[in-house]
C-alpha cells in the first residue's frame, strides 16, 4: 500500500519483499525456506512518536480494525508459526500482521 508523504519507507518495505521473495527463490533448492513478516503498528521504541501522543495514538487505533496495537507476541506467534513444519511448504512470503490496517 502507499505511504503518502514517507516514499522512502515505502521503498525500503516493498524492497524487502521483493528480497524475501528472491531469495525464497534462490535457497529453496537447498531446503532453506525464506519467509518474512510485515508488522503493523506495535508498541515499539521506534514507534513512541505515535504510540506515546493520544491524539495520534486514538488516530492510529481508528484505522486498525482490531481496534488495537500489535505486541510482539503478536510477532513472536508469526516467527514461530513461519519456522514451524505448520509452514514447511510456504516459501518467498511475507506474513501481514498488523491487526487488518492494511484491508
Known sequence: HSTK??????????GAMGL?????EAWAEDGIRVNGIAPGLVDTKMTKVTTSNPKRLE???ERIPL????TPADMAGAAL????PLASYIVGQTLVVDGGLIL
Request: hydrophobic share 35%; no cysteine.
Open 5 to 14: 508523504g514517507n516514499p522512502a519507507y515505502n521503498a525500503s518495505k516493498t
Open 20 to 24: 524475501t521473495r528472491t531469495l525464497g
Open 59 to 61: 488516530g492510529a487505533i
Open 67 to 70: 481496534k488495537r496495537l500489535g
Open 81 to 84: 508459526f513461519l519456522a514451524s
